[in-house]
């Protein structure tokens, strides 16, 4: 056992060095069963001018440090971790477009994503999140959901819900590719 966790800590070690010293904008430490935030970790995104945090296929229940570190990040991959909700400072990720909250299987805060001003893609397959907000209408950006769940739209916006996504899909297929 002492084995296994010297590799996870090797692996960690390793990624964490190699996404400090690469001129990549990704600061990459997906997939290194990290249960906490590495220390320094959103201090040294913005120092290093990343602008992609991927810290998918870990266990991470939450973000651990300033938010604010993260203002000109422009995607954050938290993808198939422990994820229940967002910290209460997400709005302070302000260049933040791009979410992915797919896998965090007990995820159902949809209304925490939305005070992150200029987010226009939200992943949430294989979340819990069952109901879209009526709030979702009071954006000034707008924000293309991509889950495999069947939501369900505020009451009498069904029209206006697939009108609008069909005209985001448009605006933000640039972001997609």
């Known amino acids: ?3 296994f ?13 190699t996404a400090t010293n690469s001129p990549h904008p990704t600061f990459d430490l997906s997939g290194c069963d990290l249960v906490k935030t590495p220390t320094g970790l959103l201090s040294r995104c913005k120092n ?12 991470l229940k939450t973000l651990d440090g ?6 000109e990040l422009i995607e954050l991959r938290l993808a198939n971790n422990n994820f229940k909700e967002l910290p209460s400072d997400a709005s302070k990720m302000k260049s933040l477009r791009i979410l992915d909250l797919s896998g965090n299987t007990n995820f159902n805060k949809i209304d925490q994503c939305l005070v992150i001003p200029q987010l226009r893609i939200l992943r949430l397959r294989s979340t819990s999140v069952k109901k879209i907000p009526p709030d979702i209408f009071q954006r000034d950006c707008p924000l293309w959901i991509d889950t495999d769940a069947n939501l369900g739209y505020p009451p009498g916006n069904v029209e206006k819900v697939t009108e609008k996504m069909n005209k985001y899909k448009t605006l933000v297929s640039p972001l997609i590719e």
């Open 48 to 59: 290093l001018q990343k602008t992609t945090l991927d810290l998918s296929n870990n266990r």
């Open 5 to 17: 966790l010297s590799n996870i800590s090797e692996r960690e070690t390793r990624m964490f060095f």
């Open 1 to 3: 056992m002492a084995i």
């Open 66 to 71: 300033n938010l604010e570190n993260l203002d």
